[in-house]
């Protein structure tokens, strides 16, 4: 096998995706108004992580890519909320922790002016118990005399706190120091959440096909959590929902619930999120809507999803509109512009009604199974012989090239490279493709063979 080790090194060196590695993810801390979005400016040297003053509303988490002294890495701003909302100590600490816990390190902020609050008070306690390096920033030091009282924030027992004056931009250095140098090579945490962790799933399709209504319908009451996954330079909020008793991570949900089409770059925006939710999905869901005919935009999103190698499920969602007459015509339809994607598990489904939701998770399951799929280098050979023996390539200017061997390189999607002793034709590899897929199994994912001549 040295062949097939040689061959997936080699596989691995091209595919830099599975090499790149999450940069470590800082959360910002702190009740309302302390200064967290001046720092986060401050940080990142841009007037962009604007500072919501309107009362009522609450923003989501960003996240931004970040650098101090040659070091990256991921700035996590925690909502702005209202002010006098009810229950705001409890909320802001829920909002702190849930930050903290996708955080490689934190940054507590403080607003000396003001000293320790009762809402400080509720966020320092649930630190106590979190196990990560944390930095204590003694914001609004604007002056010498106010440097000297964030002394007085010793007393949490959080370690050193370091002066700031973020609106002057006094201070931030030496804390950045502290920080940078706390902080691991990369994520440990978004390491983790590629490893274990749900599933994450990416609910895809044009405006109004129903992705907002099934993610409704789905988690109902058992939304778990709204989450914010590190690592991205938008805003994605993520949903943790419980789905046949295990947890699913759906991709970037707020970008779903937000109504975008209506407004101008609507189509440059959705197509961007699209990508970025694919990128971090390991299966896509592509929903398309029965009620209408095939559009270009929604064989375009198929596309993006089959090109990003994620597992793939098709839903035909609004099935409760169905009469005889559109069945007939999406029979062709379906023929026409969904052929090469016919290795996909098909869920004929209504978001509005319910009815099939419960299709969805078994589709998932044989998708992400064949995604994670690996074929023992001897079980592929026994197969590659009997089907070569079975169906000779056919012979081509007195010449016949043969597959010697095959190996499975990669999975997530599954790869697969033979040694040839010549050029397979395009139709013999696409038969040999197909049953590979047929005889392992390899529904609903992409699949990829490539070739190795050999002189
Ligand atoms: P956040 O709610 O924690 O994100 O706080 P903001 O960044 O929105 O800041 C709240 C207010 O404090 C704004 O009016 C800022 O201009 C002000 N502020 C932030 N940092 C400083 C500082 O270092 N000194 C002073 N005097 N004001 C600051
Ligand atoms: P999104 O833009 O993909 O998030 O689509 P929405 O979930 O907002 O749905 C668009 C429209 O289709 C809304 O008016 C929904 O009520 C409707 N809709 C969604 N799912 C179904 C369904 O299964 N059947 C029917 N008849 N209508 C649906």
Known sequence: DEDAALLADWIDGEDDRDARRPDPVVAVVGRPNVGKSTLVNRVIGRREAVVEDTPGVTRDRVSYKAEWNGKNFTLVDTGGWEQDARGIHKRVADQAELAVENADAVLLVL???VGVTATDEAVVSMLRRVKKPIIVVANKADSPQLEIEATALWSLGMGEPFPVS?????????ALDALVKALPEFSEVAEAELEGGPRRVALIGRPNVGKSSLLNKLAGSERVVVDETAGTTRDPVDEIVMLGGEPWRFIDTAGIRRRVHLQQGADFYASLRTQTALERAEVAVVLLAVDEVLSEQDVRILQMAVDSGR????????WDT??????????REIERDLAHVSWAPRVNMSAKTGWHKDKLVP???TSLDSWDRRIPTGRLNAFLGEIVAAHPHPVRGGKQPRILFGTQVASRPPKFVLFTTGFLDPGYRRFIQRRIRETFGFEGTPLEVTMRVRE
Do not use: I, P, Q, W
């Open 322 to 331: 169905l009469d005889d007459e559109r069945r007939f015509y999406l029979e």
């Open 166 to 174: 973020a609106l002057h931009g006094k201070g931030s250095g030496d």
């Open 111 to 113: 607003d000396v002016t």
């Open 363 to 365: 589709a998932l399951h």
């Open 311 to 318: 597992a793939l499920v098709l839903a035909f969602n609004k």
